[in-house]
């Protein structure tokens, strides 16, 4: 099992920055690729961003792509998500997930889940 938890979200002007960590516990951190998804009520959960489990590759949404940045500990177990020039439409609840070395795009994919954190960008 892996127990992973959020945190950094907020509620930001238009154009803010945000940094959202996601700390693991369970077992060894450097063993799991990790994503970044996002979800708004009503919609289905869309990918934001993933990384190996190395550091070593990365992917982003188009949506993202030049404004956030994912990047990893693996000595401190965490995950980051920095967003900078965030926009209103950015706005959801933010979940960190797992799965073993090679990330994905798909939630399907993942196996373990935190329970998420919401960010809200006011315009």
């Known amino acids: 099992q892996v127990q992973l938890v959020e945190s950094g979200g907020g509620l930001v002007q238009a154009g803010a920055s945000l940094r959202l960590s996601c700390l693991a516990s369970g077992r060894t951190f450097s063993d799991y690729a990790m994503g970044w998804f996002r979800q708004v009520s009503g919609k289905e959960r869309e990918f934001v961003a993933a990384?190996?489990?190395?550091?070593?590759?990365?992917s982003y949404a188009d949506s993202v792509k030049g404004r956030f940045t994912i990047s990893r500990e693996n000595a401190k177990n965490t995950v980051y998500l920095q967003m900078n020039s965030l926009k209103p439409e950015d706005t959801a609840l933010y979940y960190c997930a797992a799965r073993r070395i090679i990330y994905s795009k798909y939630p399907h994919d993942y196996d373990y889940w935190g329970q998420g954190t919401q960010v809200t960008v006011s315009t």
């Open positions: 990384i190996r489990w190395n550091g070593g590759s990365t």
